[in-house]
């Protein structure tokens, strides 16, 4: 029979093991979809070339590696500076344990729909909108710039932040999956030469905002009423609806949806 102290510490080893994988997994939700797990993915390939340069007795590159790793702790604080600011908030509220049940709920066919049907509406009507729709890279501390809404997107609501001379209808609205997380919000602008002088601000944040993350940005611009898209630091200009719609879709939408997507536009939907 195993004696109680033993026992009580194989327990306690349980319920220390648990607790610490509780934090890392929570830890790791928190940082996933923000810019921040890339450099976490950028450390990981510095431990591995470690561990090689070790095993291999590669000693320039081990010197290199061990140089490096004697900064890694202050260049970890600066580096994550804003996640780690976002964790001890999210601490102290109790979200960092008790995350919404809807985190990963995938976008819908009416979501998507409703965005284009919105972007359409204040093309023709010559309304000037930036939206933003978050994919894998987190955008909260863009959100965070602007007023928080979490409302369930809607074309009817898009609309209304952008009619002008209304409060949020400076800057952007951010959304994720199948929310408006928040509305005028302030994007970075691009500096890339490159880009043609006809584009205005509205433009240059929107391509920006495509150059530090995965976000699909739709732009509708005021003077001439063209809808664009911003990918990847790219700009496709001069969208019809149905060209807007095959962004979206293939973009943001799960395979199994699209044919459901094109069904939902073929009922009188759009």
């Known amino acids: 029979m195993i004696p109680f102290s033993q026992l009580f510490k194989y327990l306690k080893d349980i319920i220390d093991i648990l607790l610490v994988s509780v934090v890392i997994y929570n830890l790791l939700l928190l940082l996933r979809g923000t810019r921040a797990i890339q450099l976490l993915k950028g ?106 809404l979490d409302a369930k997107i809607s074309s009817e609501l898009l609309i209304n932040i952008f009619i002008p001379n209304t409060p949020l209808h400076d800057g952007a609205v951010i959304m994720n999956r199948n929310q408006i997380i928040a509305a005028g919000c302030y994007l970075p602008l691009s500096e890339n030469p490159d880009i043609s002088k006809e584009l205005g601000t509205r433009h240059r944040a929107g391509i920006g905002m495509s150059e530090v993350s995965d976000a699909i940005v739709i732009i509708v611009s005021e003077e001439t009423g063209q809808v664009s898209v911003a990918m990847g630091g790219h700009l496709i200009r001069d969208l019809n609806e149905e060209g807007l719609q095959k962004i979206l879709k293939s973009s943001l939408m799960p395979e199994k949806e699209t044919r459901n997507f094109w069904q939902r536009k073929g009922t009188g939907n759009g």
């Not at 591995?48 to 590696?65: E, H, I, N, P, R």
């Not at 490096?68 to 344990?97: C, D, K, N, T, W």
């Open 43 to 148: 450390i990981m390939v510095i431990v591995a070339a470690l561990l090689l340069s070790t095993f291999f007795k590669l000693d320039t590159l081990q010197w290199l590696m061990s140089q490096a790793f004697s900064l890694g702790v202050f260049a970890v604080l600066i580096i994550f500076q804003p996640e780690l600011r976002r964790a001890l908030e999210h601490l102290g509220s109790g979200r960092l344990f008790f995350r919404s049940p809807f985190g990963d709920e995938e976008v819908s066919v009416q979501s998507l729909i409703d965005i284009a049907d919105a972007a359409h509406y204040m093309a023709k009507r010559r309304i000037g909108a930036l939206m933003v729709v978050e994919r894998s890279t987190g955008l909260s501390e863009y959100a965070e710039t602007g007023t928080r």
